[in-house]
């Protein structure tokens, strides 16, 4: 048993082990520093009301549920800024209802949150997978006038998420995906950014790790973003599609078995819910724009159509973070802003583009 259970928190560890490593160390204790640091946080919810086969009512059962008590939920909540807590859900294509959508649509008018773009495909070609992107970017705008446009081109734009976090044909076994220039396609449909990493301890983890960086597909090989170039202040674009990782590392008091550490890769939910330790976890890794050291980006994940997880947002673990977050923050000097993941792009772009001080001006930097 014991040997089992090794094996299993040992299983692909070996693809980010190193990477994790060096740059724990070159990161010393300059991740630790607080005062003046603004820190962006984010919620990229992988919100599928129709998973494991649900039938519409359930599916309207649990997206009744968020409509009535994100609200309630965000009430109050407001980073240093003055902006309200706001939810990213990231909505599968291949579960589209326009009576879902319409709802979730009306909630996030609201000034509740954004949506973007999801996909869980197996097998696809590339051009089954273009014209999906471009047919789903057209119901969101045309029906439910959702997703962002580039303020100097009007291009509509979207950011991303992969099933099964099989990302540019990510898996070995090829499963969950079939796209091997998936990055190309991304870029010439429309989406601005990819946020589906951190996915450890899946086959899909990446080697790059707490990183924002551009990737390069490589058309004919699968998991070209396995590597990429990092974002830096005075740069500009150097790949074909911008990454935005979560953090991901050891957590050396959530032991398993009382000997190795468990995986923190700030995923949150019924099981996981979020705490200021955790928060402290993540904000260590140091997620920011080369150059630009005093803007942090921490972007979790969840999957909050589930009836496990929503009870964790609107059961009272979610609001007590929220709260007890303001709190820590302030006390810690942090500059806490709470934002979606086309905010935390734009204002990405910003510190690429040489911009500081108040993050917060950059909300709207390059789509509005």
Known sequence: MIERHRMAWHRNLHRWIVPYALQTIRMGLRAHACGGQHVMFCVADHFEPFTAGAPPEVAQRRLARWTEHLPLLARGITGADGKPYRHTFFYPYEQYARKIMSRLSDTCKKGLGEVEVHIHHDMATSEEFRADMLHFKRLLRENHGLLSADRRTGE???????????????????????????????????????????????????????????????????????????????????GDLLLVQGPLTLDWRARKKGILPGIENAEIGGGRPPTIRRFELWRRQHISVAGCPQWVFIKVHCHGALEKNADMFFGGPMRRFLEDLIEHASRRGIHLHFVTAREMYNIIKAAEAGENGDPDSYRDYVLA
Not at 177 to 195: H, P, Q
Not at 200 to 225: E, G, L, M, W
């Open 156 to 238: 509509v734009g979207y950011g991303f998420v992969h099933g099964n976090w099989a990302l540019d044909n990510a898996r070995p076994d090829g499963r969950f995906c079939g796209v091997n220039n998936e990055l190309i396609v991304l870029k010439e449909t429309g989406c601005y950014a990819d946020f589906t990493l951190p996915s450890a301890p899946s086959v899909t983890q990446t080697a790059k790790i707490n990183s924002i960086y551009y990737a390069r597909d490589h058309p004919r090989k699968p998991f070209s973003h396995n590597t990429g170039r990092d974002v830096r202040a005075g740069g500009g674009c150097s």
